[in-house]
């Protein structure tokens, strides 16, 4: 499985940079932006596989690690940069975790939130992708 890093476009200034995220310049028209924040040390998160929502995940601060899985092949990366995500498609298993102190996650998704367009069964997702 290949992951596609997305350059975010930063403006570098002495009083601090500022990085620009426009729908022109993205693979999806975004319908659902969240961040996740204050993680408990050893907690994980996402867990899941979404059917037809694309996302696209950056450390806004600090760093974790994205496991990504298609149900035969897993890739790990490290989030570190806030001029950098990773595009995730359809249908890949995702688990976030090893959140650093003050980490940021914000996600960028191509639809709404549909409970029913989640995968939160390990077992159902590879049934599903085979």
Not at 50 to 57: A, V
Request: net charge neutral; hydrophobic share 40%.
């Amino acid at each position: 499985m290949e992951v596609e890093w997305i350059d975010i476009p930063s403006i570098k200034d002495p009083r601090g940079n500022l990085a620009v995220l426009e729908n022109s310049k993205l693979p999806f028209e975004m319908k659902r932006v969240f961040y996740l924040h204050d993680v408990p040390s050893g907690s994980q998160r996402g867990g899941h596989a979404l059917k037809t929502t694309f996302q696209l995940l950056i450390a806004i601060s600090g760093s974790f690690e994205v496991i990504l899985k298609d149900g035969v092949k897993q890739t790990a990366v490290s989030l570190n940069n806030p001029t950098q995500g990773i595009l995730i498609p359809t249908m890949v298993w995702r688990e976030l975790r090893d959140f650093s102190a003050g980490a940021v996650c914000l996600v960028i998704a191509s639809k709404e939130y549909f409970e029913k367009d989640y995968f939160r069964n390990w077992e159902s997702f590879k049934t599903a992708v085979q």
